[in-house]
């Protein structure tokens, strides 16, 4: 019966410990945390993440140094923009992304860092064309946009899942 409602205890733990050193310890943290631990085990189990083998660990280190760095300036990059004294425009808007990569735990990370990363967000996924909608903030050339996802990021994810 535990096994079905709680599959992986140690996961689940290392979930619920991250939550309260990011938030503080409170009764209601802890609740609050073991809430988010059991709805992360569900959406994962949902998605297939916890059965998924990496296949390249050096492309996974390498992938979170990167996204480390990316969501860093990112958030410096935006803070500026917003911060800025006077209307400095800055150009929004969608782009296109055409996808190489069709593994599913690979799309699910390339959604978590794109929206992770200030300034990005990812709008939309279409299955039949693998392409990708995305709203950037700052957009002033999309063809950079693009290659960036896909040298950056996409490759990485190839490399570890595919």
């Not at 990496?54 to 917003?82: E, H, M, P, Q």
Request: hydrophobic residues 55%.
């Amino acid at each position: 019966m535990i096994k079905k409602i709680l599959p992986y205890p140690v996961l689940a733990l290392l979930i619920v410990i991250m939550w309260l050193l990011l938030s503080g310890f409170s009764p209601g943290q802890l609740l609050l945390g073991c809430v988010v631990s059991l709805f992360a085990m569900f959406a994962a189990e949902k998605v297939g993440l916890l059965h998924e083998k990496i296949y390249s660990w050096s492309a996974f280190f390498k992938l979170l140094l990167r996204v480390s760095v990316d969501i860093t300036r990112s958030n410096l990059a935006v803070a500026g923009i917003i911060l800025r004294k006077g209307h400095t425009r800055y150009n929004s808007g969608f782009i296109v992304v055409p996808l190489d990569i069709r593994h599913r735990a690979g799309l699910v990370f390339l959604g978590g860092i794109l929206t992770a990363t200030p300034g990005t967000a990812w709008i939309a996924f279409n299955v039949k064309s693998n392409e990708l909608v995305l709203h950037v903030l700052d957009l002033t050339d999309e063809a950079y946009w693009q290659q960036l996802i896909k040298n950056r990021y996409e490759r990485l994810l190839m490399e570890m899942f595919e």
